[in-house]
């Protein structure tokens, strides 16, 4: 497939809307690709996200459970959080991993990356399989107050296809790991 190499897209004018630690977001005045004049928003992340499935020989992963500010809702998911990006992604999932749950593995690969939400941001997710796992003690942030809960992998992709979990990064990563697990190519 041929990707264009020229962007569409014109920007005339912008303007920093917002700013903190985590996010801006970025106001743009273009000239859109039919050449008609308006306006698009940018929000930019300061940080990638990073997932974690964990897996160990008898096919258990961890769901952490943790109300979500954003969406007014508890929501069940894979270990994740963000890592500056200047940092090695896999330094940070090492240290999510550890941070939610307390496990350190010995085998990590990358599984996927994904933009999150294209359309708005520029938000960057890359996803590992943690594999030969030890359990330590965990060590959430203070905004965090989660649950964590060692289930079998099956039970959690039937959580996924029954839309019991919605969060972007577990469901893509466990449908991956499905399909590894069916072509008997899980790393």
């Known amino acids: 497939m041929h990707n264009p190499e020229e962007n569409p897209w014109k920007i005339t004018a912008e303007q920093n809307v917002y700013d903190n630690k985590w996010i801006n977001l970025t106001e743009y005045q273009v000239i859109n690709p039919s050449g ?10 300061k940080n990638t996200a990073i997932g974690i499935l964990p897996i160990d020989d008898e096919l258990n992963t961890y769901l952490v459970g943790q109300y979500r500010f954003a969406l007014n809702q508890y929501s069940w998911e894979l270990p994740e959080g963000g890592g500056p990006l200047e940092t090695d992604p896999l330094e940070s999932a090492k240290r999510e991993l ?7 593995a010995n085998y990590w690969s990358e599984l996927q990356r994904m933009h999150l939400s294209n359309s708005v941001s520029d938000e960057l997710s890359i996803i590992y399989i943690a594999r030969g796992l030890a359990q330590f003690e965990a060590e959430p942030e ?3 107050q989660l649950q964590v809960h060692k289930v079998p992998f099956e039970e959690v992709y039937h959580m996924v296809c029954n839309n019991e979990i919605t969060d972007a990064i577990t469901v893509a990563a466990v449908l991956r790991v499905k399909l590894l697990l069916l072509e008997n190519r899980l790393p």
Do not use: A, R, S
């Open 142 to 144: 203070d905004t965090e």
């Open 36 to 45: 008609n004049p308006g306006i698009y928003g940018k929000v930019h992340f």
């Open 98 to 104: 550890l941070e939610e749950t307390g496990l350190k």
